[in-house]
């Protein structure tokens, strides 16, 4: 809140968006971010909060005090008319657009842009980072989960030297731990430790190397299980002969595929340990969603990650693509005793990674840039 002043207005710019949705209300059911985001802002003290949001037709919804401007063109206007004090744009890839925005915005109106990716591969794209350097002066700030992120996107010249960025998670989640008795009956989670996989069965997240440390594991945690949930399944065909061709692995793993969401609480609450081998992330949601219902996540120790368990504060990290190391943290967390774990891992979100924690530090940052701009 402004010192004396009215508390700050803020507007999200959100360019992005699936093409297949054809109703508002539907869009705002699936972007959690956009939501979640805007209502922790009024939790925290915000004035007015809106979002414009890129859509296919015009519209306008009012949810939980938020206002929700849909707009087909004309984005910078419908910013504009809202007369925001800060206009909070999603994404790093949109610097043509964030240009424009700033043209129609008065002077006093200060413009941060926040990022939703690593930004290894696209800090490489030629053409990106030629509109980046022309656009970066439209911006006040920058948001990124780490400062290495940061790093990357200066290295690539879509931020110059003295342009600030703070660090704040991009999202937070919902979910809330389970009754364990229940979690485990309605999932059908056993082991100990019950082990928990959850994402994409591809490089990036690396189930292979995961495979592989859990096998090792196994010869210290002789009655540890792996369940894995996963939508996407690239490598669904090497997790599967990876598994047959081991005696050790075809009867602790188990390959349960897509969850609807409405249910992962109680697979995370039914879990002990949360594993991924994620070679990069922007930020790391199911991490977090792990953190929010207790279960100790045995995680690499990417940036992003890292943030997430307070420097490995909470839980166990391992190194990218190292089976030996991902056995020697899994093992380790797996020997620790799980109810004094599982109570010191939902404070922890509580304090650091909820909505509130977000809105809080998202505050913050705003009155630091809208002060600086003057």
């Not at 015009?58 to 910078?76: A, K, L, M």
């Not at 591969?121 to 920058?142: E, N, S």
């Amino acid at each position: 809140m402004k010192t004396g002043q009215n508390p700050v207005s803020v507007v999200q710019v959100n360019y992005a968006f699936d093409k297949g949705l054809t109703d508002p209300e539907q869009l705002l059911d699936r972007y959690h971010t956009l939501t979640g985001w805007s209502e922790a802002l009024r939790r925290a003290g915000a004035g007015r909060v809106a979002v414009v949001q890129q859509f296919h037709r015009d519209n306008r919804v009012t949810r939980n005090g938020i206002d929700y401007v849909f707009r087909r063109t004309d984005i910078p206007a419908a910013v504009a008319a809202l007369g925001p004090d800060i206009a909070h744009v999603n994404g790093l890839t949109f610097p043509r657009q964030t240009l424009q925005l700033r043209r129609h915005l008065p002077r006093q109106t200060a413009i941060v842009v926040q990022n939703h990716q690593d930004g290894g591969p696209v800090g490489r794209a030629p053409l990106l980072r030629l509109l980046g350097r022309a656009a970066r002066g439209a911006a006040d700030a920058f948001l990124f989960a780490a400062e290495e992120h940061a790093a990357w996107w200066r290295r690539a010249g879509l931020i110059a030297a003295r342009q600030p960025a703070y660090c704040v998670m991009e999202a937070s989640t919902t979910l809330r731990p389970q009754p364990r008795d229940e979690a485990l009956r309605v999932t059908g989670l056993s082991g100990s430790p019950a082990i928990l996989w959850v994402g994409r069965l591809n490089a990036n997240k690396d189930p292979l190397t995961v495979l592989d440390g859990f096998e090792r594991a196994l010869t210290s945690l002789d009655a540890a299980t792996l369940t894995m949930i996963f939508s996407e399944d690239d490598l669904l065909g090497a997790v599967k002969e990876r598994v047959l061709r081991s005696n050790a692995l075809k009867d602790r793993v188990r390959l349960i595929g897509a969850v609807p969401h409405d249910r992962m609480a109680s697979f995370y609450s039914a879990a002990d340990l949360f594993t991924v081998g994620s070679h990069h992330e922007g930020s790391g949601y199911a991490v977090m969603e792990a953190c929010a219902c207790g279960t100790m996540p045995v995680v690499t120790g990417i940036p992003s990650f890292a943030l997430l368990t307070g420097g490995g504060s909470i839980g166990a990290l391992w190194e990218p693509g190292n089976a030996a190391d991902c056995a020697r943290a899994l093992v380790d967390a797996g020997r620790r005793d799980p109810i004094a774990e599982r109570a010191r891992i939902i404070d922890h979100f509580a304090r650091e990674l909820s909505w509130d924690a977000v809105g809080r530090r998202a505050m913050e940052i705003y009155e630091r840039v809208i002060g600086a701009r003057g």
